[in-house]
């Protein structure tokens, strides 16, 4: 059974750093792309950025809104994946996702971390 | 403001049939990008529903299906049962190679 479970989340002033994980069970985690999303409270869906599995070099794609800020990373010997947050927003506060990617979609789902960015 | 354009909510008695609709453009949809659509029940994580525009993940009823055309895609749900109010979202790829989402529609079983 796939599992996907994220943790490091919580209360963080504007302009600091947070580091969430992503913990994968239940399949080949290196051969797979994994993908963060959040949600802002009340809002809809938003991708984050994605980091292909070994097979395609570890490439990274990031959304606007966090290029430049935010850094995925994984160490497959971990079967885990990572988002170094930078510089952070009051709007970035959500809950955030980790996927497994499907092609370019989210097949499996974590159950979410929140992050609340406030002074 | 999302690029891709859902209506904010659509209602359905038990049984009944309904479809939620998915508006792209040349950028996206258009271009041959696959739609993939997600449920989510409030306080939960995402559920994948229909991937690549028809396709239902093992376990997902056959009462709802994905329809693609153009730039827009469709997600209709039949026999509607009260377990299927949820928020539902489309989701693409886009051109300027960003996954993109629809703002998402909120389904009410009347």
């Known amino acids: 059974e796939v599992l996907l479970v994220e943790s490091g989340g919580g209360f963080v002033q504007p302009g600091r750093s947070l580091r969430l994980s992503c913990t994968a069970y239940g399949f080949t985690f290196g051969e797979n792309s994994m993908s963060w999303f959040r949600q802002a409270p009340g809002k809809g869906l938003e991708w984050v950025g994605f980091i292909r599995g070994e097979p395609y070099g570890g490439a990274t794609q990031y959304a606007a809104s966090g290029k430049g800020r935010f850094i995925i990373s994984r160490d497959d010997s971990k079967s885990t994946a990572y988002l170094q947050m930078n510089s952070l927003k009051t709007e970035d506060t959500a809950v955030y996702y980790c996927?497994?990617?499907?092609?370019?979609?989210?097949?499996?789902w974590g159950q979410g971390t929140l992050v609340t960015v406030s002074s | 403001q999302s690029v891709l354009t859902q209506p904010p909510s659509v209602s359905g008695a038990p049984g009944q049939r309904v479809t939620i609709s998915c508006t792209g453009s040349s950028s996206n949809i258009g271009a041959a990008y696959d739609v993939h659509w997600y449920q989510q029940v409030p306080g939960t994580a995402p559920k994948l529903l229909i991937y690549?525009?028809?396709n239902r993940p093992s376990g997902v009823p056959d009462r709802f299906s994905g329809s693609k055309s153009g730039t827009s895609a469709s997600l209709a749900i039949s026999g509607l049962q009260a377990e299927d109010e949820a928020d539902y979202y489309c989701?693409?790829?886009?051109?300027?190679?960003?996954?993109?989402f629809g703002g998402g529609t909120k389904l009410t079983v009347l």
């Open positions: 989701q693409s790829y886009d051109s300027s190679l960003s996954v993109v």
């Open positions: 996927t497994k990617m499907g092609g370019s979609y989210g097949d499996y």
């Open positions: 690549s525009n028809t």
